[in-house]
């Protein structure tokens, strides 16, 4: 059993990244894109944010690796009510990045996953039912005490 759980973190990607370059990319796919440090300075103010080194966004045009991307931006501070997630678009051009790559589906880490979800709970009905859910003896509540049925007698005059 220890052995099996220790696998569970190999197998819990779902996704793989898989490197394209930039060119190729279809406007409205989602994309990871590691940029440079000189672009990452350019958009930081622009995002709001300081660790802009890795984006994770979509696509909306694509000129022959010129890019514009639609990233969420930075977080607002002392915001207490439910806030709809800020979105930006940025230009980038090729030599902005560093790694282009888009998420793809994982058949083999989906399907291993969900066979050792539904191994787990199979093994877990499995003890459930074995063990019958008997307890030890005087650890259970008292049996209730004897109910004493006294028989009514009802008499019927007609008249």
Do not use: H
Not at 32 to 55: F, K, N, Y
Not at 82 to 97: G, M
Not at 131 to 144: Q, T
Request: glycine fraction near 10%; charge should be positive; hydrophobic fraction near 45%.
């Amino acid at each position: 059993m220890k052995r099996s759980l220790a696998l569970v973190p190999f197998l819990a990607g779902c996704y793989s990244y898989t490197a394209i370059p930039p060119s190729s990319v279809a406007p409205g796919t989602e994309v990871r894109a590691r940029i440079t440090g000189a672009a990452s300075d350019r958009v930081a103010p622009q995002i709001g944010s300081l660790d802009t080194r890795e984006l994770v966004g979509n696509v909306v045009e694509n000129n022959a690796g010129s890019l514009i991307l639609q990233v969420p931006m930075g977080a607002m501070p002392n915001v207490t009510a439910n806030v709809v997630p800020l979105q930006t678009r940025i230009s980038f051009t090729s030599a902005d990045f560093v790694n282009f790559e888009q998420r793809k589906l994982d058949v083999t880490r989906t399907s291993l996953f969900s066979a050792a979800i539904l191994a787990g709970v199979g093994a877990g009905v499995a003890v459930a039912l074995k063990g019958k859910g008997g307890g030890e003896e005087g650890k259970g509540p008292p049996d209730p005490p004897p109910i004493n049925r006294i028989p009514i007698r009802i008499w019927r005059f007609a008249f």
